[in-house]
């Protein structure tokens, strides 16, 4: 984080800066610089807007910094947003950048409402060009590819891209929103189809699941095989309309309005029946990698549902035993299912695929019997020397109800 004010009481981010005291910091250059691997900030206290997630922070955060450059560099793998130039940045430029792989947004010029007004305070004349944005908010859903707040004016934004059409929203749980469960308000002609909502359950209390005016037929969305259910009524309103005009106009034509029979809702217990985990994986020599699914309630010890571990020459082991060698430097599949609620029996079972190789399948592993929920998955490095492992296409859905 780049401060320019003097006074170390004042300067304490996020509290607002309202200091007249400054000295600036100007004429700095990033150029060819690769940011990753920030964290993002969970914790219940902090602060968070679900309107454009302007509370977060960039892996770059920048206040009262002028006429500097950030440029050809990558920004990737973050946990909250890319750049932030704060209150009194001014006549910089970010340009040339690429920024994916986001828990946040992009670029951010200023927060929220400014502490104060005056012009010598703004965020103000700064540039933000020829940037590619793309595969953001991953953690904080209301991110920007390009914010502009409060104190910001005078800024230019020119020849970014950003993916705002061709998303895919499938296998997940959209539940307890205190309005609707899904809130769409684009108008935009897109030039292709703007997003695909598929084999999702949308749950609630109220009557209307569908919020916002982007829900028309000629929407340019689609929707199909997901699930309905409102508490309050067995015919939700689907913006305005019945589910049947809903289906006549061509979306969910293979959906339903039927009770998903969750584990328990009302605490929040939604997985039932046969889970499905699955996930790519490099192993490279050296690496001790333990992949485990467990029973974990609040305050108590956990009960260890499917646990499989790669060791450092290879060995995959599960089940007390060793199943086959992972080669070391290539992909491979890796499949866990196992039951749980009333269909949990204490076995799983796992598919592992080699490259070139049709898949090796294992039944009747044993897992504890008393592991009956699923609330806890990790995957975790147990080497005693610096390794690298990789983790692609993580996957955890409902394989059957």
Request: charged share 20%; proline share 4%.
């Amino acid at each position: 984080m780049l401060n320019s004010y003097n006074d170390p009481e004042e300067a304490q981010y996020p509290k607002p800066l309202v200091s007249a005291r400054r000295c600036g910091v100007e004429r700095l250059t990033f150029r060819g610089l690769s940011f990753q691997h920030t964290d993002a900030n969970l914790a219940p206290d902090y602060p968070h807007s679900v309107q454009g997630a302007h509370t977060q922070s960039g892996a770059l955060v920048a206040t009262g910094m002028r006429d500097s450059r950030i440029e050809d560099c990558v920004f990737t793998r973050l946990g909250e947003h890319g750049v932030s130039l704060r209150e009194y940045c001014h006549s910089n430029v970010v340009r040339h950048c690429r920024f994916h792989d986001l828990g946040g947004g992009g670029v951010y010029l200023s927060e929220g409402a400014p502490a104060r007004r005056d012009d010598a305070y703004l965020t103000a004349h700064n540039t933000v060009d020829n940037k590619f944005i793309h595969d953001g908010g991953h953690i904080f859903r209301a991110a920007c590819g390009v914010f502009l707040g409060g104190s910001a004016s005078y800024n230019t934004i020119t020849h970014n891209h950003s993916y705002p059409w061709g998303n895919i929203v499938s296998n997940n749980i959209f539940a307890f929103s205190q309005d609707a469960e899904l809130i769409r308000n684009t108008e935009m002609n897109y030039e292709t189809q703007h997003v695909a909502l598929v084999r999702n359950i949308v749950y609630g209390p109220a009557a209307h699941l569908l919020g916002g005016s982007g829900w028309k037929k000629d929407g340019n969305f689609s929707a199909d095989r997901n699930l309905y259910w409102s508490t309050a009524t067995n015919a939700p309103d689907f913006a305005g309309r019945s589910f049947a005009t809903w289906q006549a106009e061509g979306f969910d034509r293979n959906g339903r309005v039927a009770d998903p029979l969750f584990l328990d809702a009302d605490s929040r217990e939604f997985p039932q029946g046969r889970l499905r985990g699955a996930f790519d994986l490099r192993h490279e020599t050296g690496a001790v990698l333990s992949y485990e699914w467990r029973d974990w309630p609040a305050g108590q010890s956990y009960q260890s549902g499917p646990n499989l571990r790669v060791n450092a020459d290879g060995a995959l082991m599960a089940g007390g035993r060793r199943l086959l060698n992972v080669p070391a430097g290539q992909w491979v599949r890796v499949e866990v299912a196992c039951g749980t609620g009333v269909q949990a029996d204490a076995t799983w079972r796992l598919a592992v695929t080699l490259p070139g190789q049709p898949p090796r399948r294992f039944e009747g592993l044993p897992c504890g019997a008393a592991f009956k929920r699923l609330n806890w998955v990790g995957f975790i490095s147990l080497a005693t020397a610096e390794t690298v492992f990789y983790l692609d296409n993580v996957e955890l859905v409902t394989e059957q109800r």
